[in-house]
């Protein structure tokens, strides 16, 4: 580990970053970021700690996952202060790249982790999650940490990527973690930037629905009963839905969803969950996208489904 306010090496090339690596010795956590860092980067970085011997964070905003007409060049390039905002933390390396250093050729190959990445983000943004698959196998490859560490705050990236390293067998621990919010409950997001005043308070509509469900949850109200819940919350404010769904935590499958959530729900997963009469709870996770003006917000909590109170 770093010491504490020394900055991290800075690397941009691979062979920069390849002789970096070499100079570590012992565990390494991955934390890969497109920048713009806030408490909820760093909050990987301090979780990553405790789980390594040393702490590699990537800032690099991936042109492959984000489609044309999305905020690729928009988004908030911040280097100097994520420097800063690192040493605080004490991450022991940077690799902050071009995206020629990453895509060294124009790749052949794609990734496509199958029916998870179709639902929800995947329904409304088609290819982001294959480009979201390619660059983080990539960098697996690259920087071969032992651990890897996600936010909650992108759930069904979280998702996607135990999708990928299950199924392709690649040796690395992925560990997520719990979201960090601001003290209006608003989740901590890079783009939370693009968010006038006024809008800024408007999105705390997205906490309060998933509150509202969360709510419901622990009345024992069904899937579709939640999803409603936060739908409710979300209608009355000014913000435009894109989706609302509640979905089965560890298989991340579609127990309940707005029509927008575009993906099949998975009717006898619920019912079984729903008949069973085991007191016993169900981890879900309900998720809610929207938009407040022009920019797209996402959120989420874990919760869980209460079993026999479901015809109540
Ligand atoms: P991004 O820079 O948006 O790609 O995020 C990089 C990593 O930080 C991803 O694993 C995100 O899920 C995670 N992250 C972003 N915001 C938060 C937050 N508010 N709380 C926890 N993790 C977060």
């Known amino acids: 580990m770093n010491n504490m306010n020394e900055t991290p090496t800075l690397t941009r090339t691979r062979e920069e970053l390849t002789q970096a690596l070499a100079d570590l010795s012992g565990t390494r956590a991955l934390v890969m970021t497109m920048g713009a860092l806030h408490d909820g980067h760093l909050q990987l970085v301090r979780e990553a700690q405790q789980l390594a011997d040393h702490v590699v964070v990537t800032i690099f905003v991936n042109p492959t996952q ?7 060049e928009a988004y908030p390039r911040t280097l100097d202060a994520d420097m800063e905002a690192l040493a605080s933390v004490g991450a022991d390396l940077v690799w902050a790249p071009d995206s020629s250093e990453v895509y060294l050729q124009t790749p052949s190959i794609s990734v496509d982790p199958g029916a998870v990445a179709h639902i929800l983000e995947g329904a409304t943004r088609p290819t982001h999650f294959g480009g979201v698959a390619l660059v983080v196998t990539k960098t697996f490859g690259i920087i071969r940490p032992d651990i890897a560490l996600f936010g909650e705050k992108d759930a069904q990236q979280l998702a996607v990527i135990r999708t990928i390293v299950a199924d392709l067998d690649i040796p ?5 973690v719990p979201i960090v919010r601001d003290s209006d ?5 890079s783009r939370n930037q693009y968010l006038s005043t006024d809008e800024r ?6 906490s309060h629905a998933i509150g509202e469900g969360a709510s419901a949850a ?3 109200a069904t899937p579709r009963e939640i999803v409603d819940a936060a739908r409710a919350v979300l209608a009355a404010e ?9 979905v089965d935590d560890a298989r991340f499958v579609l127990l309940a969803g707005t029509d927008s959530a ?13 008949s069973s009469q085991s007191d016993a709870a169900r981890d879900v996770r309900l998720l809610v996208a929207a938009r407040v003006g022009a920019t797209r917000l996402i959120d989420n909590a874990p ?10």
């Open 66 to 72: 984000f489609a044309p007409g999305e905020d690729f």
């Open 201 to 206: 308070v408007r999105a705390r509509a997205l």
């Open 262 to 274: 575009a993906g099949q729900v998975d009717e006898a997963l619920s019912q079984m969950l729903l």
């Open 172 to 176: 690395v621990r992925i560990h997520g």
């Open 218 to 220: 622990a009345l024992g």
């Open 185 to 189: 409950g608003v989740a901590l997001s």
């Open 238 to 246: 000014d913000v435009e839905i894109d989706y609302v769904a509640l």
């Open 303 to 312: 919760m869980a489904l209460v079993g026999g109170h479901s015809g109540e």
